[in-house]
């Protein structure tokens, strides 16, 4: 089993940046790769960016492009995302998640994930 706390969630004007970290502990050898995903109120889950744990290879959705980063940090068992230029719309409850699959690509559906963190909210005012 693997459990993922967030932290660095909160509350930031337009135009500020934020650093989410999520740390993993229990059975991490399995895992390939990390995402951050999140949830608007009414809204589906959309991702936000994943990373490969040991290759580095990064995905972003469109809207995050350019503004955010997604990094790990091996030794730690840590992937960060530091968020800049935060716009209002990304106002929404942000998830890790964790893939312990095998695979060649870096996976962008919540269904490709295995194991998820309890979210942490992130808000941005006008």
């Known amino acids: 089993q693997v459990q993922l706390v967030e932290s660095g969630g909160g509350l930031v004007q337009a135009g500020g940046s934020l650093r989410l970290s999520c740390a993993a502990s229990?059975?991490?050898?399995?895992?390939?790769?990390m995402g951050w995903f999140r949830q608007a109120p009414g809204k589906e889950r959309e991702f936000v960016a994943a990373?490969?744990?040991?290759?580095?290879?990064?995905y972003y959705a469109d809207s995050v492009k350019g503004r955010f980063t997604i990094s790990r940090d091996n030794a730690k068992k840590t992937v960060y995302l530091q968020m800049n230029s935060l716009k209002p719309e990304d106002t929404a409850v942000y998830y890790c998640?964790?893939?312990?699959?095998?695979?060649?690509?870096?996976?962008?559906?919540?269904?490709?994930?295995?194991?998820w963190g309890q979210g942490t909210q992130v808000t941005v005012s006008s």
């Open positions: 998640a964790a893939d312990r699959g095998s695979r060649w690509y870096v996976p962008v559906r919540p269904d490709e994930y295995d194991y």
């Open positions: 229990g059975r991490t050898l399995s895992v390939y790769a």
């Open positions: 990373v490969s744990w040991s290759g580095g290879n990064t």
